[in-house]
Each structure stands twice: as structure tokens, then as C-alpha cells.
């Protein structure tokens, strides 16, 4: 570590008796607004190397995000610019949080989510290879400001298939408590799935 550290200041040291004033002045950007000042002329911007144009262009330009991104930033804005269906409009959780309920979301999330978001909700099920896009990271989501009720209720009940994802719709097949018991279970952090 201590020979890292030398070999870093023995570097800086050479750099700084190497560079002549003009190149300081040209690193740092005075030399450009000192010839502005008097000759009012103007010169593109020096090289960024923290944040290089084509890092900016290539890793973040138009249509290089990958399709799940895509897919959670639209369910997200989606919710931040126009809300739930009214039905979902302010829905809190009926259910006292405690080990009964938790228990009870254990098991409903290993029969319905667990084969594709995984036991911990990482999306690391059996089937979660197979989806395009994977599914979401409820595990990490869950700890997230955007997990309040309406939006996992919302999430859950409705499915992705206005999002084009594989998320089903459970609407049908859960009722709203038993989604509640779901959503504890994940609040409660996902404790260890006991063998069905």
C-alpha cells in the first residue's frame, strides 16, 4: 500500500515539473478564458475525462437502454405522471403486520412469484431465464420511495402486460388481502421460504 501511495506522489511530483504553464493553464481552462477575455474569441470545450463525450454517447444515447429498463422507467413514470386506475387511488393495506401474515405471504409468494422473482425477490427464480425483460428486482424495489401500497397493489393485481412484460395479472386469481400478504412478506424483507 505504502509503495502504491509513493509511486502516486513520485508521479504527480514528475507530471508537475514536466507540464509548463501554458499546459497548466490549457488543463484547467484559463489559457481558453484568458484568450476569450482578449481576442473575444471562443473554442469548443477541452476534454472532459471524467464524463467523455462518447461515453455520454454511446452508453446513454437513444435506444441503447436495455428493454427492462425501459420497461420498469415507464411503469414508474407511468405512476409518477398520471397516478393508479382509480380503482388503486390511495389503497392502503387492511391487514395487521405480524408473523401470521407474513407466514401467510410466504407461502402465497412461493406458490405465485417465487418461480420467476426468486425467493429473496431478486428475480433469480427457475423461469426467470427465460423473460424478456427479466423480472423486476423486488428484493431492492421494495426499499425504494416508489413502493408505497397504491403501486405494489396496483403492480401486482394489474401485471405487465401494458408494460409488454410477462408479469401476469393476478386480479383475478388473488384476492386483495391475500396481494396484502404478499406485499408484507416483501416489506418484511423476504425471510427464508420454508419447503413447500
Not at 68 to 78: A, D
Amino acid at each position: 500500500m505504502r509503495l502504491i501511495m509513493l509511486t502516486a506522489v513520485c508521479m504527480s511530483f514528475a507530471l508537475a515539473a514536466v507540464a509548463t504553464e501554458s499546459q497548466c493553464e490549457e488543463l484547467s481552462g484559463e489559457g481558453q478564458r484568458r484568450e476569450e477575455r482578449t481576442t473575444g474569441a471562443t473554442h469548443a470545450p477541452a476534454v472532459d475525462y471524467w464524463q467523455p463525450e462518447w461515453m455520454v454517447r454511446e452508453l446513454w444515447g437513444p435506444g441503447r437502454m436495455p428493454k427492462g429498463m425501459m420497461v420498469r422507467l415507464l411503469r414508474h413514470t407511468t405512476y409518477i405522471e398520471t397516478g393508479v386506475p382509480k380503482e388503486y387511488e390511495g389503497a392502503k393495506s387492511t391487514l395487521t403486520p405480524g408473523p401470521a401474515t407474513t407466514a401467510a405471504g410466504a407461502k402465497l409468494y412461493r406458490d405465485n412469484c417465487a418461480r420467476c422473482h426468486g425467493g429473496n425477490g431478486m428475480g433469480n427464480g427457475d423461469q426467470a431465464q427465460a423473460l424478456s425483460p427479466s423480472p423486476a428486482l423486488l428484493g431492492y424495489m421494495i426499499r425504494r420511495p416508489i413502493s408505497v401500497d397504491e403501486y405494489l397493489l396496483w403492480s401486482i393485481s394489474e401485471g405487465g402486460k401494458a408494460f409488454e412484460t410477462a408479469m401476469p395479472t393476478f386480479k383475478g386469481d388473488l384476492s386483495r388481502d391475500d396481494i396484502w400478504r404478499i406485499i408484507a412478506y416483501m416489506r418484511a424483507g423476504f425471510p427464508e421460504l420454508a419447503a413447500p
